[in-house]
């Protein structure tokens, strides 16, 4: 089998695609894969940490859905047991010769300037995060041991604190290819985190925060988000109940065409 990677860099006179021949083996990953790819051209780059789906650092377009480079069997790929059915953005569409039976596509994560190969500059998605500042302001004073939370609260809290932070929701949002200044599935689901902690000093009021065409109201419920997180977030129910919320509190100056 083949890898086809993306390849760009300072100073290369536009892109192009390698392919790199590697011999799989049971239960190789496309990590694995570009271990195997960057013997054979040590310029090969591409980001990496734990390697077991936890820091979300190896997150890229891989036939054209984006996934994380560390769990994606290539097996699985080559024989079609991955399919992801995601709705069509610009990012999706097929633009080199590819044998799906034959190949496996890789590409950086969309949206997102390139620095090098697969290597893509995320301060964009960050400075976003950080917008929705998400630091834990407690309410009262500190008790003596521990805050308590009902099981109900923990268990509405916990899809959200799964996120690892890989962008691939950013990567396959249509609205972020489009709209450069909406903040993304992955700042809004962790906005609406802190907004139900019942331990939060803000709770709902935070929600003002993105009350915004760019924020809550941005979103066009496409679920692409939600289908490839690796955790299971599922931003489009955080920004559903939040624009209900903030239905039931008043206009909101997403209804009203307010800026950010």
């Known amino acids: ?22 011999d799989p083996v049971p239960g190789m990953t496309v990590l694995a894969g570009l271990f195997k790819a960057q013997e054979k051209d ?3 780059a591409f980001r990496y940490s734990c390697r077991g789906a936890v820091c979300g650092t190896c997150a890229m377009l891989i036939n054209k859905v984006p996934r ?4 994606t069997q290539l097996q699985a790929l080559l024989e079609g047991k991955a399919p992801v059915q995601l709705s069509p953005y610009p990012a999706l569409e097929v633009t080199v010769p590819w044998d799906a039976g ?3 596509l890789i590409e950086p994560l969309p949206h997102l300037p390139v620095i090098r190969d697969l290597i893509v500059d995320m ?26 939370m009902s099981p109900a609260a923990v268990k509405e809290l916990v899809p959200y604190t799964n996120c690892i932070l890989c962008g ?14 909406y903040l993304g599935p992955a700042a809004l689901a962790a906005l609406y985190r802190f907004c139900i902690d019942p331990r939060e000093a803000g709770g709902t009021s935070r929600l003002r925060r993105a009350d915004t065409p760019d924020g809550w109201w941005g979103c066009e ?18 920004i559903g109940r939040a624009r209900k919320e903030l239905k039931a509190t008043g206009r909101s100056a997403g209804e009203m065409g307010g800026g950010r």
């Open 42 to 44: 040590d310029t090969l």
């Open 102 to 104: 034959k190949e496996v």
């Open 168 to 181: 691939a929701c950013f990567g396959a949002c249509p609205v972020n290819a489009r709209n450069p200044h």
């Open 123 to 148: 301060s964009l998605f960050f400075e976003y995060y950080r917008l929705i500042e998400p630091v834990f302001s407690p309410a009262g004073p500190g008790p003596e041991r521990e805050r308590l």
């Open 1 to 22: 089998m083949e890898l086809k990677v993306f390849r760009s860099r300072p100073g290369m006179p536009g892109s192009r695609y390698d392919s790199f021949e590697i």
């Open 68 to 71: 994380l480079a560390c769990r």
């Open 221 to 238: 419920f496409h679920t692409n988000c939600r289908r490839v997180c690796p955790k299971g977030v599922p931003p489009n129910i955080a």
